[in-house]
């Protein structure tokens, strides 16, 4: 069984929409997909709708915009109740940030000599409920500025770059009570991905799990061999669930195929476990994996 619990359509930032995540993964011989947008469950009904027509199973998931300790942390919330509240309003006040931004980077990029508006913006990101920084590279591509999203973030977007600007994200800490409080499961994306060893030590990670996180996701492209054997490692120590996950974002992101990597069935059905436990212990109406 080949499991792929991390992927984005075009409500976020990938260029393909759910539909054709969905239809994508079964041709890619995936029995399993996680559809994780970015701050928003939007695509949900459509990935649905695919699933069952294809007959992959489906888990449906948002991968939320967090910070520790000032640094950016994603969050994969796994079939959480998206009209909990408190979760909605907190994940309105992330997509306000990521909207709001949009502008103040465009003004960045013109005083940088680099033409692009906000309307450029809006008019590649189409119907995307999150915009990013990913469509503000689309919208530089078009303009002949550079040549791919990644020259873009190295160049302009990245933190530290000239026209970064940052926004509001949940703190990590809260973002994990909220997932759970809506009867989901967490588990910290890519964690070393970003930021290294550093950002997320062994003592850290155990007052995650003491506050709720389900699990981490070890294999990722973005975690070297060294870094995978000892994230696992930490995971067999705190009894965390560990996955394995393209990331997949379509033309997007390079090097990110479907199925890259994957989650063992054994971990997906820890998660599910947690995930039903959570959901009795929250009472709220949740969904459950759609399956064949």
Same mark, same amino acid.
């Given at each position: ?5 991390? #992927? ?11 539909? $054709?995540?969905?239809?994508? /993964?079964?041709? /890619? ?8 947008? %970015? ?18 199973? !489906? ?47 465009? /003004?960045?990029?013109?005083? !940088? ?17 999150? #915009? ?17 999203? $990644?020259?873009?973030?190295? %160049? ?17 800490? $809260? ?14 994306? %890519? ?45 067999? $120590? ?47 109406? #949740? ?6």
């Amino acid at each position: 069984m080949r499991i792929d619990l991390h #992927t984005h359509s075009s409500t976020s930032d990938g260029t393909d929409t759910a539909a $054709e995540v969905v239809h994508k /993964a079964a041709a /890619a011989g995936l029995d399993v997909v996680a559809l994780t947008d %970015h701050d928003t469950a939007e695509s949900w009904d459509e990935a649905v709708a695919a699933a069952l027509a294809t007959g992959i199973t !489906l888990v449906r998931g948002i991968e939320i915009s967090t910070k520790h300790a000032d640094l950016s942390v994603h969050l994969l919330a796994y079939l959480p109740d998206p009209t909990y509240a408190p979760l909605a309003e907190g994940l309105d006040r992330v997509l306000a940030g990521r909207n709001a931004r949009v502008p103040a980077i465009c /003004a960045r990029l013109a005083d !940088l000599g680099v033409g692009v508006t906000a309307e450029d913006v809006r008019r590649l990101s189409g119907d995307a409920a999150a #915009t990013g920084r990913p469509h503000v590279a689309d919208a530089m591509i078009a303009a002949g500025a550079v040549r791919t999203r $990644e020259e873009a973030f190295a %160049h302009y977007l990245n933190p530290g770059r000239p026209a970064y600007v940052h926004r509001y994200a949940l703190p990590l800490t $809260e973002a994990i009570g909220l997932v759970r409080a809506a009867g989901g499961v967490s588990v910290v994306a %890519h964690p070393w991905g970003r930021h290294g060893a550093s950002s997320l030590p062994v003592d850290v990670i155990a007052g995650l799990r003491d506050l709720g996180l389900a699990g981490l996701e070890v294999d990722h492209q973005d975690h070297d061999a060294r870094a995978r054997e000892q994230l696992r490692g930490i995971a067999r $120590e705190l009894d965390l669930v560990v996955t394995g996950s393209s990331d997949y974002h379509g033309t997007g992101k390079v090097g990110h195929d479907l199925g890259c990597n994957t989650t063992a069935p054994g971990e997906l059905e820890r998660l599910l476990d947690l995930a039903a436990a959570a959901a009795r212990e929250s009472g709220r109406p #949740t969904p459950e994996a759609v399956r064949p």
